[in-house]
């Protein structure tokens, strides 16, 4: 089993959503095994800086790949994704780069070890030596790489583990609702989106949803932008789902919901999601 490090970065959509689909996959390929994941970094766009924010993350894996076995399953999860190649230093919905192999140093037209640009990129470095203190570059301590570079531009969200995935019953595109303010602040602070709309549609970039009950994947904790003479169908939904947490913001309290849903095991929370984001308690 060969030791490696991957870089992963989304700018697009759902862009927590695309870090946790990527670590998913790759645990599920046989012949890797993922040992440990960095915290979620905000980071500013380089090179074409007329894009969004990108998010980061740093991944080490034992793998029995070759380097070009392993960039192949890599490539192959991008484009899982809708990952399309247009514009050099352009958005993408999911980059996977193969960072560092072992030692191993290759040149290829595919494939250069180490990556030809990690030693200059602080969105590297510093996911890199959180989970890595002693990370070297080729022949270069990456501490004292990342000490020349700064941290300018590079951001610690939160850490992996403790990125949710959120539901946003009652989202919004328009940006003067509650709903849609919290999207953003959810999504700036590194969560994952699933927008529950009846109208469903693209809202902030991320597509949504007309019900809960359409979205296949876990969800972590649903937050309730819909009155108490809506909620029937949601919450026969919500059973069906489970997510770990419902939150009732100001306005959505319904004493049959909450009831129905804690006698089911699930966490009832009334609060403003907002301010729980705003005071760091969420």
Not at 28 to 43: D, F, K
Not at 83 to 108: A, K, N, S, V
Not at 205 to 226: N, Q
Not at 250 to 259: D, I, Q, V, Y
Request: one cysteine or more; charged letters at 25%.
């Amino acid at each position: 089993m060969a030791e490696a490090y991957l870089g992963l970065g989304s700018n697009i959509g759902d862009k927590a959503g695309h870090l946790k689909a990527a670590l998913s996959a790759l645990g599920r390929i046989e012949q890797i095994q993922v040992s440990a994941v960095s915290s979620i970094y905000r980071t500013e766009p380089l090179g074409v800086v007329d894009q969004d924010a990108f998010l980061n993350a740093v991944v080490r894996i034992e793998t029995e790949f070759e380097p070009l076995e392993l960039l192949e399953r890599c490539l192959k999860i991008e484009r899982s994704r809708g990952r399309e190649r247009l514009e050099r230093w352009g958005p993408r919905t999911l980059d996977i780069d193969l960072l560092l192999f072992g030692e191993r140093i290759l040149d290829e037209e595919r494939l250069t070890l180490p990556h030809p640009f990690a030693a200059e990129r602080a969105f590297v470095l510093e996911p890199l030596l959180e989970i890595w203190p002693k990370a070297k570059i080729g022949n270069s301590d990456a501490r004292m790489l990342l000490e020349a570079l700064g941290t300018g531009g590079v951001e610690r969200l939160i850490g992996f583990g403790e990125c949710e995935t959120v539901a946003i019953i009652g989202a919004s595109s328009k940006p003067e609702r509650y709903s849609n303010r919290a999207q953003r602040m959810l999504m700036d602070r590194g969560y994952s989106v699933v927008p529950i709309s009846p109208l469903g549609g693209e809202i902030l970039g991320v597509p949504g949803h007309c019900s809960i009950g359409s979205f296949d994947g876990k969800l972590d904790t649903v937050t309730l932008y819909l009155g108490p003479a809506r909620q029937d169908s949601v919450v026969r939904d919500l059973l069906e789902v489970r997510p770990k947490r419902v939150i009732f913001n100001p306005g959505t309290e319904s004493a049959k919901s909450s009831e129905t849903l804690q006698a089911a095991g699930i966490e009832i929370e009334e609060a403003c999601t907002l301010v729980l984001l705003q005071t760091g308690q969420f």
